[in-house]
């Protein structure tokens, strides 16, 4: 039997598919998980290397989130966000956000705001400013290119 997410199963459009997989073997059990993505399959294998993370918490942050929602509620350290996947508390939200605080889906299917929004952290972090402090700045910003970004976060900053 192979575990796969919701949002892959709202994928799946025929009898024949290929699946990118991750085996997990325990003590007690041998567990295949199956992905249509490359993507849900990356993050689903970072998210289960956190402490205190099983592959089925692991599963429902992949069944809740897409991988780009995913990596955006992480870029923007959403609390509230990763509350809302099952079993997932305040606690777990935020060892969650500070454990995967350097977390980027590294593929051009990433859109196009993340990626302005990303190349706005790293000038502004380049800059000396925080990383933390950016994201909160940037969260607020409503500018759609990079350069207008920086400078409406670096109003907002100074």
């Known amino acids: 039997m192979v575990h796969i997410s919701i ?15 991750t085996q997990i073997i325990k003590e007690d059990s041998h567990a295949l998980y199956g992905f249509i993505e490359t993507l849900e399959k990356t993050m689903f294998d970072r998210v289960i290397k956190i402490n205190g993370v099983g592959p089925s918490t692991a ?38 956000l500070v454990e995967l605080s350097d977390f980027v889906l590294t593929t051009d299917t990433l859109n196009d705001v993340s990626q302005v929004k990303q190349d706005a952290l790293l000038a502004l972090e380049s800059l000396g400013f925080k990383k933390e402090r950016i994201t909160k700045v940037l969260s607020t910003c409503k500018s759609d290119t990079a350069q207008t970004l920086i400078k409406e976060a670096l109003k907002k900053l100074t």
């Open 7 to 21: 949002n892959c199963s709202a994928k799946i459009s025929s009898n024949v598919i290929s699946l990118y997989t």
């Open 59 to 96: 599963l429902a942050i992949c069944s809740t989130f897409t991988p780009e929602a995913f990596s955006a509620a992480v870029f923007s350290q959403d609390v509230d966000a990763i509350k809302t996947v099952p079993g997932i508390g305040p606690k777990s939200a935020k060892r969650i």
